[in-house]
């Protein structure tokens, strides 16, 4: 029962390519995120979606295009990859959005791309 | 703009040893404060979190501290195991929900 699940686990592509990777939860969560380690281990926010709309987008390229078709999945696809994409790409979620929530996240298990 | 800082960035300690993990952060404007393991290859598993409003929280041998006036917390491991080897990460979520996380503590427990 794994309550946030990430597909593919790895991804090896070229330059150029276009891929998508896919998030689901099972914990009924209304805010989904993703994060990006790179290769120095640093975990920075990239954008957080709550019932299927943005609410956070930490100025990635807009070759970076998230996508919520219902608020249990959040998927990532990502065009033109560039090499400085190679990094693991963690989607988590936590139970509500807004202020003082103070709700936990919970991480999925990453997903390691690299571009060649 | 807030920043997350871990000290040290590793330790290498005898099996069965206290340990403490320091975290500190620039913004003292948070609403809570979690702390998470990851293994090498792995994903984020959450240890503790701690709201704006807690001074502590306590899992096991685990005891984190939230000292928020000061931008600081501290994760003590008591008797620490070789299981414990992992990269701890500390993260604060401010008004915006983000997470920031620091850079993380390389814990390595010898047998």
New interface residues.
């Given amino acids: 029962d794994t309550a946030v699940s990430q597909t593919p686990k790895y991804l090896v592509t070229q330059m150029g390519n276009d891929k998508s990777i896919k998030c689901e939860q099972n914990l009924g969560h209304d805010t989904m995120y993703w994060y990006k380690q790179d290769s120095k281990k640093f975990l920075k926010i990239m954008f957080s979606y709550n019932n299927k709309e943005l609410i956070i987008n930490e100025t990635v390229p807009n070759r970076f295009s998230p996508k919520s078709p219902d608020k249990a999945h959040l998927n990532l696809h990502i065009n033109s990859l560039e090499l400085g994409d190679s990094a693991v790409y963690f989607c988590a979620s936590s139970p509500l959005a807004g202020a003082n929530s103070g709700n936990e996240q919970f991480f999925g298990p990453g997903t390691r791309l690299t571009v060649l | 703009k807030q920043e997350v800082t871990q000290i040290p960035a590793a330790l290498s300690v005898p099996e069965g040893e206290n340990l403490v993990l320091n975290c500190s952060f620039t913004d003292s404007a948070i ?2 404060l ?1 702390w ?1 393991r990851q293994d090498p ?6 240890l503790l ?1 701690i ?2 409003s807690q001074r502590e929280q306590t899992s096991g041998r685990l005891n984190a501290s939230l000292d928020k006036s000061s931008g600081r917390s501290t994760l003590y491991i008591a008797a620490s195991q070789p299981g414990d080897s992992a ?1 701890y ?1 500390c ?1 604060v ?1 401010g ?7 620091g ?2 503590t390389k814990l390595t427990v010898n047998p």
Avoid: D, R, W
């Fill in positions: 609403y809570n979690q998470f290859g792995k994903g984020l598993t959450s979190l709201q704006s990269t990460l993260a979520t008004g915006s929900e983000k997470l920031v996380f850079k993380g």
